[in-house]
């Protein structure tokens, strides 16, 4: 019940876009995105709920496919500041665990 | 600063010892986790407390023993630890159950 996260790892240079993402076998109630950096807590970035939802969060923007039971994460025009690990979260219809992917490490250079 | 504190940051036990995990939230909210990130299995799921009531345990062995003796205070309890349970513990707390998460900085266990 893991959700599945791709890619593992991206190296961007500082502007360029990146996209994350997340999909599960099971179906869901919501998707959750949260980033941790090195040595730190992980910290929310956004909900998205069945139905079918896009978020916005300045230049990081998420969708929810409810039908495919994926999500992406979109990272545009990156900055230094977004390197980390991202990590999509999902709870299922049936259950309120959330439960997380293994992560994507994604690293912007100057 | 996230409004959950968690101590010790830093805890080196035995195999024979018996330590605890404190965790408080001064954020007023009513759900509290337990999550154990490692290497190996990143940020993965131990227990959920709801309005101080236990709703899951992920399959955790009975050497981790949780205690939530109200809304804001959360412990995990250790006996008998093995080396693979070194690893960072991070407690979380949200306004309702699978809602946004905050976290702490965690605890940083070695089991010697």
């Known amino acids: 019940q893991q959700p599945v996260q791709s890619p593992q790892a991206v190296i961007l240079r500082e502007g360029e876009d990146a996209v994350i993402n997340c999909s599960s076998s099971?179906?869901?109630?919501?998707v959750h995105w949260y980033r941790q950096k090195h040595g730190e807590a992980p910290v929310f970035l956004m909900i998205?709920?069945?139905?079918?939802e896009q978020k916005g969060h300045e230049k990081i923007s998420a969708s929810f496919n409810e039908k495919k039971q994926q999500s992406s994460l979109y990272l545009t025009a990156s900055q230094l500041s977004y390197s980390g690990t991202y990590f999509c979260g999902t709870v299922m219809d049936s259950s309120y665990k959330l439960i997380f992917g293994s992560g994507t490490r994604l690293l912007v250079r100057p | 600063e996230t409004g959950v504190t968690q101590t010790p940051r830093h805890l080196v036990m035995g195999m024979t010892n018996k330590k605890s995990l404190k965790c408080e939230q001064h954020?007023?909210?009513?759900?509290m986790y337990w999550y154990k990130q490692s290497a190996k299995k990143p940020l993965e799921l131990m227990f959920v407390?709801?309005?101080?009531?236990?709703?899951e345990n992920n399959s955790v062995p009975s050497r981790f023993s949780p205690e939530c003796p109200n809304s804001s205070h959360l412990f995990l309890h250790l006996h008998t630890l093995q080396p693979e349970d070194s690893a960072l513990y991070l407690c979380?707390?949200?306004?309702?159950?699978?809602?946004?998460?905050?976290f702490g900085e965690g605890s940083r266990l070695t089991v010697l």
């Open positions: 979380a707390s949200s306004q309702e159950v699978a809602g946004e998460l905050f």
């Open positions: 954020l007023g909210h009513n759900a």
């Open positions: 407390y709801n309005f101080k009531e236990q709703t």
């Open positions: 099971k179906a869901l109630y919501s």
């Open positions: 998205l709920l069945k139905g079918g």
